[in-house]
């Protein structure tokens, strides 16, 4: 959707907030003396007293010994870029150096509302056999098999099912991507049925589609079709604790149709004149051309990295993965602004397209897979540019494009569609739901919360982040509760000063935020999108905050109630806020890929596919990192 005509004019806002901004070391000793039991068992007496004068001089001392800025302080990951070099203690206090080199070690505290409860730890471990969750998860499994029933009645070997009228429809080239991407899913459900069918239809036909297939979308491809192979590969020849026979065919299939796909889709990359890929294939020639208006989406060249560098790894051919790689080290080299990029670039001339800067469609995956490359190459020293370009982005969107709600302060991320000197647009699609999840990830690179903070590989700068992922989890739950339904419109504004419509809210007059959240009619359309629940997945298994599972577990409740169809197959809505909604006919592929895989796992043992083990692509297929898994 088009934000070109905003009716007002937004003047630059210096977003300030307490949780943004880097706290003195002095103000950090205050405040914990402040909040802490030993002050008030303390303080009342005169040993006390004098303990803590004590402690403020030796405080004082250290402070006037050490000169350099507070921000010199930097986590355990050192920077490659010459921006962002380790910073050199300098100075007085000489003999304390190495003691402020290391990060801050942060005790891991409790929420205000769960002090007190020392069993809350322990709690949130037996929540993963939890008879409770335990059902629930089954819950999950079973919609999966009444998904595929469906297509399998309907659809089978088509793209993608159409749930109501009862028929296939081709949408992504025909190569039976719903097949494909389900099946990986299908595997960790130990959905055996299901793995034996679709791995039985990929051996038996997916071979011949690629070499009669004309033009396909590379990105798309890229993540659903090889994506999926790639994962059904590895966790068929590798992760054999998954408790599934892995009925169908031998491994090698998935990984040598893999190939074949691959080898075609390169033509993508070997047409360009540039490092940045067309975005046509035709895979029976093979051949690639740019799309019609002659641009490529930002986020469709940048997010093909992952399943490309595995396919090299697996099949010890360096080439896939030196063509992708090749897109993001070009990006390296591009103006930015603040780390933020366009949502479109030229593959002709290898420049950025426009000035529209978001999160949404045609910019997500660019952020999501420069910091997923960086964790997949094992946090590599050749590749900490990534990381580098990630961290300076994720500092460009507190700065540039947070802003709070009105009248209750729901945090959000708008848009810039005209750039950084043009208005702010108050605009937040539901794919900027993965957001959430993607800083949790790069916060703790995937341990849980309180381990980082045990270990102190955790710094401000990813406390900052986390503490967004938090705030904008919420606001992300808060756009399927707000409506009738209690799913969320593809795109919802937000009430600020400088915009407000009235008479557009969700249609639950009972939510908080009834009055936050403007949805308007063309954007009221909901299409089973998984983002929101893979943020929950992903900071409950960082955070181990119950809260995420409950808010997944609604959203699910909410799916069953308004999207099934009891002849097999779910189906996307057109309007969130209508009680009855009206079915718009169709299943996508991401459904089963994505939506129902993530709950799955948020409701399940958080030991299987663990985040510091295995990264997953735009499109949830688990990928391992290197070097922490065995081949088969």
Not at 359 to 380: A, C, M, T
Not at 447 to 458: H, Y
Not at 588 to 602: N, S
Request: hydrophobic share 35%; aromatic share 10%; with cysteine.
């Amino acid at each position: 959707m088009s934000s070109k005509s905003l009716p007002y004019s937004k003047k630059d806002v210096h977003y300030d907030n307490a949780k943004f901004r880097h706290r003195s070391f002095v103000k950090m000793i205050s405040q914990s003396l402040h909040t802490s039991n030993v002050k008030h068992h303390c303080m009342s007496c005169s040993t006390g007293k004098f303990l803590f004068l004590i402690m403020i001089f030796g405080v004082a001392y250290l402070m006037l010994t050490h000169t350099s800025p507070a921000n010199s302080v930097t986590g355990g990951f050192v920077k490659g870029s010459k921006n962002n070099s380790v910073e050199h203690i300098t100075g007085g206090g000489i003999r304390f150096g190495n003691f402020l080199r290391k990060p801050p070690r942060l005790p891991p505290q409790l929420p205000p509302d769960e002090k007190g409860n020392g069993n809350l730890v322990h709690e949130r471990r037996k929540l993963n056999s939890d008879p409770k969750w335990i059902a629930r998860q089954q819950d999950v499994k079973k919609a999966f098999i009444h998904a595929w029933s469906g297509y399998k009645k309907y659809a089978m070997g088509y793209d993608e099912l159409m749930p109501v009228s009862k028929h296939g429809v081709d949408g992504l080239g025909g190569l039976g991507a719903t097949v494909v991407d389900a099946l990986d899913t299908a595997m960790i459900m130990s959905a055996d049925e299901v793995v034996s069918e679709a791995g039985l239809w990929i051996e038996a036909h997916l071979s011949n589609r690629i070499n009669q297939t004309g033009q396909v979308n590379l990105f798309e491809t890229t993540i659903r079709v090889l994506g999926g192979l790639l994962s059904a590969y590895h966790l068929s020849s590798v992760e054999k604790g998954m408790d599934s026979t892995h009925k169908g065919p031998k491994p090698v299939v998935y990984l040598e149709t893999a190939k074949i796909l691959a080898d075609r889709l390169l033509s993508g990359f070997t047409s360009s004149p540039t490092a940045i890929p067309f975005g046509d294939v035709v895979l029976r020639d093979p051949s690639a051309h740019p799309a019609p208006d002659g641009r490529s989406s930002t986020s469709e060249v940048s997010s093909l990295q992952l399943e490309f560098n595995y396919l090299s790894s697996v099949s010890g051919d360096p080439k896939y993965s030196v063509e992708a790689m090749k897109v993001l080290e070009h990006m390296k080299t591009l103006p930015k602004v603040e780390g933020l990029v366009p949502i479109f670039i030229n593959p002709s001339t290898g420049e950025f397209s426009g000035e529209n800067i978001r999160l949404g469609s045609r910019g997500d995956s660019y952020y999501e897979y420069l910091l997923k490359v960086w964790l997949q190459k094992n946090q590599e020293s050749n590749v900490t540019y990534l990381y580098d370009m990630y961290e300076e982005a994720m500092k460009g969107v507190r700065h540039l494009l947070v802003r709070k709600s009105i009248p209750n302060g729901l945090v959000f991320v708008g848009e810039l569609p005209y750039g950084s000197e043009g208005s702010f647009s108050p605009k937040m699609d539901h794919l900027v739901c993965f957001l959430p999840g993607t800083l949790a990830l790069g916060a703790t690179k995937g341990i849980t919360k309180k381990k980082a903070m045990t270990d102190s590989v955790i710094n401000f700068e990813d406390l900052k982040n986390l503490k967004l992922a938090e705030d904008l989890a919420k606001t992300c739950f808060e756009m399927y509760s707000v409506t009738s339904t209690g799913l969320a419109p593809e795109i919802a504004y937000f009430h600020t000063e400088e915009f407000s419509e009235g008479g557009l809210d969700g249609g639950n007059k009972s939510s908080e935020y009834v009055n936050d959240i403007i949805i308007k009619p063309a954007d009221r359309h909901n299409l089973l999108r998984p983002e929101t629940v893979e943020s929950l997945f992903v900071l409950y298994r960082i955070t181990e905050d119950p809260k995420y599972r409950e808010w997944g577990w609604q959203i699910f409740e909410a799916f069953e109630k308004y999207t099934r169809i009891d002849t097999g197959g779910y189906s996307s809505l057109d309007d969130v806020t209508a009680i009855p909604p009206h079915k718009r006919d169709k299943m996508e592929t991401f459904f089963l890929g994505e939506t129902l895989k993530y709950l799955y796992l948020l409701f399940g043992d958080s030991s299987v596919l663990p985040l510091d083990k295995f990264v997953f692509n735009t499109e949830a297929h688990p990928i391992p990192v290197e070097g922490t898994t065995k081949r088969g």
